[in-house]
């Protein structure tokens, strides 16, 4: 291989196009297994009673020793505190395992795995962000059959079911409680594992727009970001669906009309609270079963590298590769467009109107979409860890980048304000 290691673009790369043919193969041989996995949605609870609700609904299915699982910062808010009230009520022997970081890694998922076992448990109840739910995920079935949680990475190579597990999300963003996904990182490496697995989806989602009132305006305006774009990369997707295409048409109209209004007013609007929550498991529905795309792609190597949150992350790079899928995917973007009410007439104008309405929201949110953490020597790096991404999941995304260079100068380009 006389290949050099960075190519640019002037050079020609037989190795990128042999990749890019296998990787259109390997899409293409997934596309009917995609649409017939038999993945579980989870029950849902919803509106301001839905905690209450829930618990009561574990007693039903007779847990008696659940492990709440739960961020490090989530134990002092208020609506910890209610959780905990209404369990001792419903007279369960709980115990709280709540030393979750965003982005955990594998030595916590150990220590969890730990105290579920130290504590009998017999049930599950993840209350907090993504990073607690899909904590979770693994912890819970590697806890009950003693499973090794650095074997479990990758598609379907966690099998085994865990205990009764119970969502609660506290962000309307992830969609986590919907997904048979869960992203651990690998403290080693600094990258982020991806365990797909038919059993891990919860088996109740409880989504009540009361545990999300005191949600701060950015954290409310990154994670809607993270479901806006769940919910256009699912729709985008090659393999996509009509009850897909239903859901996430669905959810964008939502987030457009919500999350401004949640972003604003979070404090006291608990109707755009509760659309956000609706909008974020629906999209998180759709998602799991069409995969994502190039933004999640992207978006993930700004959080390995340089810290910036998921929701962020994405917000930052969803303008940007909209903009990239103009000549590839116009009538799904236009289609996108007319349902969100955004006005033109073809779907030349539509697709562009999308484009800008994204890059609106981003500047009503305060979200600059300009990757300016960036450092150019990273670049090459950042370029085959999407590719890589992109290529082996696979996600099957409606544009194609021709080469490494390609990618690597629209990376740039997003360093640049437009
Ligand atoms: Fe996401």
Not at 57 to 84: N, Y
Not at 177 to 189: H, K, M, P
Not at 326 to 354: E, K, N, T, V, Y
Not at 378 to 396: A, L
């Amino acid at each position: 291989m006389n290949q050099p290691l960075h190519p640019n673009h002037h050079s020609p790369e037989p190795g990128f196009a042999l990749r890019q043919t296998l990787y259109k193969g390997w899409a293409a041989l997934a596309k009917p297994v995609y649409r017939v996995l038999p993945i579980a949605s989870p029950d849902v609870i919803s509106g301001n009673q839905a905690l209450a609700e829930g618990i009561a609904e574990l007693s039903k299915q007779g847990i008696r020793r659940p492990v709440v699982i739960t961020d490090t910062a989530f134990v002092d808010l208020p609506v910890f505190q209610r959780l905990l009230d209404t369990m001792n009520e419903a007279k369960l022997n709980y115990s709280v395992f709540s030393d979750i970081v965003p982005d955990p890694d594998f030595s916590i998922i150990e220590r969890g795995i730990e105290h579920c076992r130290n504590h009998d448990f017999d049930g599950v109840i993840a209350i907090g962000g993504g990073s607690s739910i899909d904590a979770t995920k693994v912890i819970n079935p590697c806890a009950r059959h003693n499973i090794d949680p650095r074997r479990v990475p990758g598609m379907l190579k966690l099998r085994k079911r865990g205990h009764y597990f119970m969502a609660i999300p506290t962000t309307a963003g992830t969609g986590s409680e919907a997904t048979a996904a869960a992203v651990i990182t690998d403290e080693q490496t600094h990258q982020k594992k991806v365990v797909i697995s038919l059993t891990v989806v919860p088996e109740l989602a409880v989504l009540d727009p009361s545990l999300m009132m005191g949600l701060p305006p950015g954290i409310t305006a990154a994670t809607g970001m993270d479901a806006l774009t769940h919910a256009m990369e699912s729709y985008l997707s090659r393999y996509a669906t009509p009850k897909t295409d239903a859901l996430n048409l669905e959810s964008m109209a939502r987030i457009f009309d919500h999350l401004p209004r949640a972003f604003h007013d979070g404090a006291n609007d608990e109707e755009a609270r509760r659309q956000m929550a609706i909008a974020s498991h629906n999209a998180g529905v759709a998602f799991t079963r069409t995969s994502v795309g190039w933004v999640h792609a992207i978006a993930h190597q700004l959080g390995a590298l340089y810290g910036v949150p998921h929701g962020l992350a994405n917000a930052m790079v969803l303008p940007h590769v909209l903009g990239f899928y103009l000549p590839f995917a116009q009538p799904r973007m236009a289609q996108m467009a007319r349902h969100i009410g955004l006005p033109g007439a073809s779907d030349a104008d539509l697709a562009l109107a999308l484009v800008d309405a994204v890059h609106n929201l981003c500047n009503q949110l305060q979200i600059q979409p300009l990757l300016s953490m960036v450092k150019e020597e990273d670049i090459g790096r950042i370029t085959r860890n999407v590719i890589d991404e992109v290529y082996r999941s696979p996600y099957p995304v409606p544009g194609y980048f021709r080469s490494y260079g390609e990618l690597e100068a629209f990376i740039r380009g997003m360093m640049v304000a437009r």
